[in-house]
């Protein structure tokens, strides 16, 4: 049995209270978005919900001193419906299968909502990376690849990276398995490879391209008050990695000021403004941006909590929570790490009227560029970087509005006390008596339309046999 997964970041006792196990909170929320598609088959719910596979390995590996160490990894697939299945891989100490099947699952309607023609995965292995050299990381990448097998592939299911994983990491990956499958083009099996081996231009920095894309747009809807463009805007982001670190550096470019970031070693704030530059120099000689001079000290929680337009949680999950959402100060969120707001938070968020631009939409830029490498590779091709960013601001806007658009159908009738009407969509009035006594979230209605692509494709195609 899995223990309920709780984040060390999460550091209120009060915050355990609540249940912050992932798999749990993606059900959750499924099961609030389907309580506005009355028409979803019954017995299609559970299917939709539920990872189709789940795979986990264990292996020996010999470290760098001469002991040996035995590590688990999972490979999670939710959902092949919509393409193969796609989805990042973890290195973390506090990776569950619970926490891979519940990003498995978002990887679904991430790659639904973005119209991505993949389903969704996850993989994980349970280590500690910062304690790892170099050699110990390649031989724990090559063993659970070559454990893997052939249950991913090109068209099957396709890894990229994720938390403490990178382009050399996808290197190793693709070399595993191009040995184990000699003759064939393997460059579409993984994504996120470096440029010299089928990598995308743009795949970098997609991701937090995605999230300035999103909120650009959301802004453009004029939906958050005298907040219409990002000069100005101030910014904190949580988490200085490949997502957080490189929206920091384009939301500057774009007139924005970075006034609080932080990593797993503390946070940092100047109301004055950070420069990108700076931060990111300081972490490369001193391995953290705490420190940084001209900037006060804080932690995380408090860096959460900063008087802000835009707050960027961008590292881990369960991070807004029951505790501190009161708290929150930002007129805007948007998550580009994975899951980092629980159910609990959601609602608080809703009902103090601070948006929260899901993570199945903002982080979404990652996945779509993703499927632009694996498009290159299948046809031997390298687009230029303009034609990927072009190609990814289309996507982003169109899963914006696509988003809005149900959202605004589905708030149609309510009275922001979460009395709904008959509105003039069938799919606006909630099924369940359990729906949300309040307005519905822009999560809620990018789930809805997410969950009746993957539903009208499960039964356009015809349940088998
Ligand atoms: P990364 O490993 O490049 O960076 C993670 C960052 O978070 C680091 O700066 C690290 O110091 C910081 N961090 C770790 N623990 C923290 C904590 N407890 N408190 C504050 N900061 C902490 O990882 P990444 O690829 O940027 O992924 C970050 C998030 O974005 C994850 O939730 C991931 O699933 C999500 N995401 C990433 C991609 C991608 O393409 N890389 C795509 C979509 C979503």
Redesign the pocket.
């Known amino acids: 049995m899995q223990t309920p997964h709780v984040?060390?970041?999460v550091s209120s006792p009060a915050a355990s209270v609540e249940d912050l196990n992932p798999y749990h909170i993606a059900r959750q929320q499924f099961d609030r978005a389907v309580a506005y598609l009355p028409k979803l088959k019954g017995g299609l719910i559970e299917f939709l919900k539920t990872p189709v596979r789940t795979i986990t390995v264990s292996f020996p590996i010999e470290l760098e001193d001469g002991t040996v160490r035995t590590f688990t990894g999972f490979r999670v697939l939710h959902s092949q419906i919509r393409g193969p299945g796609k989805g990042?891989i973890?290195y973390h100490p506090d990776v569950t299968v619970d926490e891979v099947q519940a990003?498995a699952q978002w990887m679904t309607w991430k790659c639904a909502l973005l119209d991505v023609p993949f389903g969704g995965a996850k993989g994980g292995v349970v280590c500690n990376p910062k304690q790892l050299g170099k050699s110990e990381l390649r031989k724990i990448t090559r063993r659970y690849i070559a454990d893997l097998g052939s249950n991913i592939g090109p068209h099957t299911d396709i890894p990229?990276?994720?938390?403490?994983?990178?382009e050399q990491t996808m290197a190793w990956i693709y070399d595993t398995y191009h040995i184990m499958h000699p003759g064939e083009n393997n460059l579409p099996v993984v994504t996120?490879k470096p440029l010299t081996i089928g990598g995308s231009l743009g795949r970098k920095e997609?991701?937090a391209r995605g999230c300035l894309f999103a909120v650009e747009r959301y802004l453009e809807h004029g939906l958050v008050p005298s907040l219409n463009s990002l000069i100005g805007a101030r910014v904190v982001i949580?988490?200085?990695?490949?997502?957080?670190?490189i929206a920091a550096r384009l939301f500057q470019e774009q007139g924005a000021k970075i006034i609080g970031i932080?990593?797993?070693?503390g946070?940092i704030h100047a109301p004055g403004g950070i420069a990108w530059e700076a931060a990111q120099q300081f972490k490369a000689q001193q391995g953290?941006v705490v420190g940084l001079p001209d900037t006060t000290t804080l932690t995380?929680e408090a860096l959460l909590e900063l008087d802000c337009d835009i707050l960027i949680p961008?590292?881990?999950?369960n991070?807004i929570h029951s505790q501190n959402a009161a708290r929150i100060q930002a007129r805007l969120i948007c998550e580009?790490?994975?899951?980092?707001t629980t159910t609990a938070a959601d609602r608080i968020l809703a009902e103090r009227g601070i948006p929260v631009i899901p993570?199945i939409l903002a982080?979404?830029?990652?996945?779509t560029v993703s499927y632009f490498e694996w498009v290159q590779n299948i046809e031997n091709e390298q687009w230029d970087l303009e034609e990927v960013n072009t190609k990814l601001r289309v996507k982003m806007r169109r899963g914006v509005d696509a988003v809005l658009d149900r959202w605004r159908l589905l708030n149609v009738g309510s009275d922001g006390t979460g009395a709904m009407t008959d509105a003039d969509s069938s799919s606006a009035t909630p099924t369940s008596a359990s729906t949300p006594a309040q307005p519905v979230d822009l999560r809620t209605a990018a789930l809805v339309v997410a969950i009746e692509r993957v539903a009208e494709v499960t039964l356009r195609r015809g349940i088998w046999p």
């Open positions: 984040p060390t970041a990042g973890r990003l990229a990276p994720d938390l403490y994983t990178d996120g997609a991701t949580q988490g200085f990695g490949n997502a957080g670190g932080s990593d797993s070693q946070a953290t995380n961008a590292a881990m999950e991070q580009a790490a994975n899951g980092p993570d982080n979404a830029g990652g996945v």
